[in-house]
């Protein structure tokens, strides 16, 4: 079984400041992790996902996320915030693939607000 | 290249009535899964269709069922409607031997239940 949880329901930053978005993830198999965003009344994009290839993945709009198998950890970063990342962050987790596609397990979600 | 699409946008409906929903999954795609996010919720797993079989299914009960058609578009169908099904319905498709389980999802259709 998997699980996902996201730390801060709200994070704020300021604009040009850096974003750290959490993640810990609990699995019993070598997870695939994934980070969605959420645009308001629109569907989840995706952001960049860890499929067991390198631990530092980069995504789109200047995203990257570290997996930690450690820490059990998937956090989220951009070094500068832009006013435009102010949006809904939903980190999620899947076994991975075996004879088949398999279900997204999602956590609580993230809203990330950008101040001027 | 079409993305996931889903129909309709909107939609209102009493308690006790029955509704179905409607995904056409981006082009190339053979499987689709439906997800129900409620307000300030992550998207919970209903279920998961490929070759017209449901192949997983979340905690949900059996008012909820699906369908997939040979073009693989498929339907979501909720009976019997509760004042708590009212969320929004995403619609993510895949392929099912795409071996980084990434899912693609459409704008979603909300719902609500009075």
């Known amino acids: 079984a998997q699980s996902v949880t996201q730390l801060g329901s709200h994070v704020s930053v300021s604009e040009g400041a850096l974003v750290l978005l959490r993640c810990n993830y609990s699995s019993s198999v070598p997870p695939y992790l994934f980070w969605y965003v959420q645009y308001p009344n629109q569907g989840l994009q995706l952001l960049l996902k860890y499929t067991s290839a390198a631990t530092l993945v980069k995504g789109i709009n200047g995203f990257e996320a570290e997996f930690k198998k450690s820490e059990t950890s998937f956090h989220l970063t951009k070094p500068s915030a832009h006013m435009s990342d102010a949006a809904e962050y939903f980190c999620?987790?899947?076994?991975?693939?075996?004879?088949?596609?398999?279900?997204?397990?999602f956590g609580q979600g993230t809203r990330l607000t950008i101040n001027p | 290249d079409a993305g996931v699409t889903q129909s309709p946008t909107h939609l209102i409906k009493t308690r006790g009535q029955q509704v179905t929903l409607r995904c056409s999954p981006k082009?190339?795609?053979?499987?689709v899964s439906w997800y129900q996010q409620a307000l300030g919720q992550g998207p919970q797993f209903i279920f998961q269709y490929y070759e017209e079989e449901e192949r997983q299914r979340g905690n949900f009960p059996d008012r909820f069922s699906g369908h997939q058609f040979p073009n693989y578009s498929s339907e979501l169908n909720v009976n019997a409607l509760l004042l708590g099904d009212s969320a929004l319905y995403l619609c993510?498709?895949?392929?099912?031997?795409?071996?980084?389980?990434?899912?693609?999802f459409g704008p979603g259709t909300r719902l609500t239940v009075l």
């Open positions: 999620a987790v899947s076994a991975p693939y075996i004879q088949g596609a398999q279900k997204l397990v």
């Open positions: 082009s190339g795609h053979d499987t």
């Open positions: 993510a498709s895949s392929l099912f031997r795409g071996r980084s389980n990434e899912q693609f």
